[in-house]
């Protein structure tokens, strides 16, 4: 069985890998259809995380089931199906209050850039589709099961409502989905932050009325100009680095409120935020609780959040995937085994 392993920074190769198919009751076993990488991936690539051995990596994923443990009962073997980036099982009092991210009995996948993957708490996590989809569809329902979610619940953490205007710091695959998630959500504005074209014209494409290049003082001026002078009611950040924690507080009016889903690296200076009074929700994305609705759309041909994915590669490429990543040549990398 091959996957994705990372050795160390810069260095991600397709290696067989320790056998994923050993099933617990209530596991799964997925082939895998499509793959990608995360830009979040990109934090032990570039060394930024650390990487103490080597380690499967990926934590997305579509594809079709190939066995199923003996408690499973919501997915069958033949089923198409997408699982969202971190396994919950459905049944804790934290999912049943919507909060999937949080499951008490959560779990990770042990690295999805594979051939195959095992889907702990399957009956949680997998959703399956009606029946075998279109292969044009693939890459949106990829989305699914992180960038898509992610967006939108940058979205809905920063409370985006008919009539909102939404500033989006960040132009990478989870900004730009967070773009289409606002506008899903019913914004009258919303203002894609980007300097690249190309991710400019997706942002377009995904419904953003205004594209800001600027950043700093000059950013926030722009923002406040489109905004009445305020500032943007909702602000989703969708990078986490400091400068960009930094520029969402400098474009959120008065009273808004910022959604995070940029895996934090840095701070936010809370007493600005006090005597702002703005308001400060976000994390991990709620996949299991997002997913039905999502995949609705996608197979409904509402929304296409597979146009993030601008460079399709052989699992056999991973490193290529990596590289075009890091060096800003791709949004997003799709993967086939």
């Not at 702990?120 to 949106?140: I, K, R, W, Y």
């Amino acid at each position: 069985m091959y996957g994705a392993i990372i050795h160390a920074p810069g260095d991600v190769r397709r290696e067989e890998r320790p056998d994923p198919t050993l099933l617990e009751p209530t596991d799964a076993i997925v082939r895998t259809v499509a793959a990608c990488v995360c830009g979040s991936d990109l934090w032990r690539y570039r060394g930024i995380a650390d990487v103490p051995e080597p380690t499967p990596i990926g934590h997305e994923i579509c594809g079709v089931v190939t066995a199923i443990g003996a408690d499973v009962r919501t997915v069958a073997v033949g089923d198409f199906v997408v699982g969202g980036f971190n396994p919950s099982d459905g049944t804790c009092a934290l999912c049943e209050k919507g909060a999937t991210a949080n499951c008490l009995h959560g779990a990770r996948y042990d690295g999805a850039q594979a051939e195959q993957v095992r889907i702990p708490h399957a009956d949680g996590t997998l959703v399956a589709t009606p029946s075998m989809p279109e292969d044009d569809l693939v890459p949106s329902l990829l989305a699914l099961s992180d960038v898509m979610c992610t967006g939108w619940h940058a979205a809905v953490s920063a409370g985006v409502t008919e009539g909102s205007s939404v500033a989006v710091v960040g132009d990478g695959a989870v900004g730009l989905c967070a773009v289409l998630a606002a506008v899903q959500l019913g914004a009258s504005t919303v203002i894609a932050m980007s300097r690249h074209a190309p991710r400019q014209e997706v942002a377009r494409r995904f419904g953003a009325a205004h594209v800001v290049a600027e950043r700093g003082e000059e950013g926030a001026a722009a923002v406040k100009e489109l905004t009445g002078g305020i500032g943007a009611d909702c602000v989703l950040e969708c990078v986490g680095t400091e400068d960009a924690r930094l520029q969402a507080l400098a474009v959120v009016r008065d009273g808004g409120a910022i959604g995070l889903v940029g895996v934090p690296h840095g701070d936010l200076p809370v007493n600005e935020l006090f005597w702002r009074n703005v308001g400060l929700r976000g994390g991990p994305a709620n996949c299991a609780a997002y997913l039905p609705e999502l995949l609705e759309k996608v197979l409904a041909r509402e929304i296409e959040p597979g146009l993030v994915f601008d460079l399709e590669l052989p699992l056999a490429e991973i490193g290529e995937a990596y590289a075009a990543m890091d060096e800003r040549r791709a949004i997003k990398v799709l993967v086939r085994p």
